[in-house]
C-alpha cells in the first residue's frame, strides 16, 4: 500500500469543543501515542491546545489542522512531519521532543479523569 493511501485511510474529520472542522492526518499514531478514541478528539484537541508551543509540536507530528484553513495558512504546513523535522523546525533534540510529548499526554489524561 502507498503511504498516500495509508495516510489517506489513517485520517479522521473532528469538531473541536468550539464547533470548528479539523483533520488528524495520522490519527492512528495519535490514537496510540496519546490513548485517544476518535470520539475523544474534541477534549483532547481542547486539551493539547492548552500546551503552549507543543501544541504546535502535537499538530505537525499528527498532521492536524483546520479543514478549510484560514487564507493566511502556509500551505506547506498542511500535512504531516516527521519527527526529525520537528525537531529541526524547533531547534529541539529527539529528549526534549519526546518529554514534550509526555507533558501533553499527562495533560490529556488528567483531562480525560475531569470528564
Avoid at 502507498?2 to 490519527?27: H, K, N, P
Avoid at 476518535?38 to 481542547?46: C, G, I, N, S
Wanted: net charge positive; aromatic share 10%; proline share 4%.
Amino acid at each position: 500500500m502507498s503511504t498516500m493511501t495509508q495516510a489517506r485511510r489513517d485520517a479522521i474529520e473532528y469538531r473541536t469543543v468550539r464547533g470548528g472542522l479539523w483533520v488528524a492526518m495520522r490519527f492512528g499514531a495519535l490514537s496510540t501515542d496519546f490513548a485517544v478514541g476518535e470520539a475523544e478528539m474534541p477534549a483532547f484537541h481542547d486539551a493539547a491546545k492548552s500546551c503552549g508551543r507543543v501544541w504546535d509540536v502535537v499538530r505537525l507530528l499528527y498532521g492536524l489542522h483546520p479543514m478549510i484553513p484560514p487564507l493566511s495558512s502556509d500551505p506547506n504546513y498542511l500535512r504531516f512531519f516527521t519527527m526529525h523535522e520537528v525537531e529541526a523546525i524547533f531547534k529541539i533534540t529527539r529528549e526534549q521532543l519526546v518529554g514534550s510529548l509526555r507533558g501533553v499526554t499527562a495533560r490529556w489524561l488528567r483531562a480525560k479523569d475531569q470528564q
